[in-house]
Nanobody, 125 residues
Framework: QVQLVESGGGLVQAGESLRLSCAASGRTFSRYAMGWFRQAPGKEREFVAAISRRGGSTNYADSVKGRFTISRDNAKNTVYLQMNSLKPEDTAVYYC??????????????????WGQGTQVTVSS
């Protein structure tokens, strides 16, 4: 069982930055690939970024590539999402998720086993 708690969301202006954190409980954090997803009002939850168990592989949605960076610190049981050059269309609730895998990353939300409660990110124009 893994419990995930996101933090770091807020209200920013377009062009500014935010860093989201997701703290995981348990001693098996390094066995999980981690992902970030987001959901805007009236829209499906969509993939944002993912990172492999040891951080050697990352994967990004085209809409955030070059602006967002996912990273993890297994010693701290934490995954991060650094978001730069934010745009109004990035406004959404951001969720972190854990996927128990042998290796690699996945974009499919149905592949993830555990989810956090989400943190709101609002970008004003």
């Amino acid at each position: 069982q893994v419990q995930l708690v996101e933090s770091g969301g807020g209200l920013v202006q377009a062009g500014e930055s935010l860093r989201l954190s997701c703290a995981a409980s348990g001693r098996t954090f390094s066995r999980y690939a981690m992902g970030w997803f987001r959901q805007a009002p009236g829209k499906e939850r969509e993939f944002v970024a993912a990172i492999s168990r040891r951080g050697g592989s990352t994967n990004y949605a085209d809409s955030v590539k070059g602006r967002f960076t996912i990273s993890r610190d297994n010693a701290k049981n934490t995954v991060y999402l650094q978001m730069n050059s934010l745009k109004p269309e990035d406004t959404a609730v951001y969720y972190c998720a854990a996927d128990f895998v042998v290796g690699g990353t996945t974009r499919g939300k149905d592949e993830y086993d555990y989810w956090g409660q989400g943190t709101q990110v609002t970008v004003s124009s």
